[in-house]
């Protein structure tokens, strides 16, 4: 479904992503783990069409993808929830829905969507004309989560779904994830929670200065000695 | 002052506030979206009564398809002034566009003098707005009328496009954040330029009814109506609109009853405008509705 080949991205005068190749297919889900600043983000942010200093090849349903603009790209299908949540906080919820169905026309189906999205976060409909900034920090990534749902997306791309999330929720948005992903979109995941990631993934990858260091079955690479060693260390157990 | 000439200066303030305002819409929307002070803002003012001078010196045409036109097109070359002199910007740091806007002031006034010639041109105005009525004891022109209203509703117009409206949405968007936007399938240039495009429209609406009310035009005539445009969106908070229209008209208001109530003074309304852009800086720099910008990292 989406085919990274030898990506190399330049960011900053920086090497930041060197001769990364991967693979997501479709209904699975995939997760990429890696300490902090290993270049995660950037390879996201480089499929979505945001860095643009990026050679090697991206392909998205078969077509390639490297060069086109960010807004092109979701209309293909592959829909980004960037790292921090980044709802907009002057609009209301309803309004911040709004903009992940913004270039669909289908009225009908963007109503749907928006009744699934509530199902999934029955929180968010109590909040629906609430300003986005005055929601906990819980409610603002189920908002983002739902933000980039509502574009319908083929392949949804979940950077850092848990970061600051008391471990109760983080449980919560990985059982949602797996939701998700059951009824018919996949998942590229980006985590510094590699156990709780590679717990709900079929697929990982594991990032190390910019390298894929290890890849495998979640299962494996969670009982993986290196893994263990390198990632999960006190984690282990804890959430 | 007898409450005729206060009732005059009251409808005088509202006339020239509400041209303040139409300007000031100019300059906060671009501000709120690129953080950007748009300088040649001041000159589509101008071009705006150019175009219609021109339009209506070669076609013809009925006033009100005159004026249309003229707003159109003056709004296409606000599009094209993005196009040209900012979006290749966009990536550069932010002070690179400031001067290229500083730039494409100067090119524009320089050009108006080379093309349409340094002289004054008498503006064509069409006999109902000079038209002129006493309603009670107060002496009215049409036009002291017309350009409320008529500025009003474009204001109604903008703040339905802005609030109501997907395009709107995206506006809000973007003046936020525009990656996440751009994450959204927001199209962000398009919506700038549609951004653009709106401002100078109005722009060309406020140079157009400005040359009605002191008919001649010159290819600086954008100057101080523009710098006191942008005083007014200050005064309301620069990047909101309500906070550009109330700006607007309290400033037009203010320098009005500055000359109403101290006639000696009069010779100072232009200084009087620069004092309260520096007391407002001084005392309450984000304006009256203005909130903090957070700079993004």
Known sequence: MLQLTDVNVHYGGIHAVKGVTMHVSPGSIVTLIGANGAGKSTILRAVSGLVRQCTGSIAFLGRPILGLRPHDIVKR???????GRRIFPNLTVKENLALGSYSRTDR????????RVFRLFPRLKERISQPGGTLSGGEQQMLAVARALMSRPKLLMLDEPSLGLAPVLTQEIFEIITTIRNEGTTILLIEQNAFGALSIADYGYVLENGRIALEGPGKELLGSQAVQGAYLGARVGVV | MTWAVFAQNIVNGISLGSLYALVAIGYTMVYGILRLINFAHSDVFMLGAYMLFYIDFMFRLPWWLTFVLAAVLTGVLGITIERVAYRPLRQAPRISSLISAIGIS??????GLVVFGGRPKPFPVPQFFSQSYM???VYMANISWVVPVFSGLL???LTMLVYRTKVGLAMRAISHDMD??????VNVDGIIAITFGVGSALAAAGGIMWALKYPQINPLMGTVPGIKAFIAAVLGGIGSIPGAM??????GMLEIMLVALMPTLSGFRDA???LVLIVILLARPTGLLGREFREKV
């Open chain 1, 77 to 83: 299908g592959l829909t980004m929830s960037p790292e």
């Open chain 1, 108 to 115: 009908a189906g963007v109503a749907d969507d928006e009744e």
């Open chain 2, 106 to 111: 100067f090119f524009i006034q320089n050009l």
């Open chain 2, 135 to 137: 309603v009670g004891s």
């Open chain 2, 155 to 157: 204001m109604l117009g």
């Open chain 2, 180 to 185: 996440t936007s751009s994450l959204m399938s």
């Open chain 2, 246 to 251: 109330i700006g607007g008209m309290l400033l």
């Open chain 2, 272 to 274: 009087f405008a620069y």
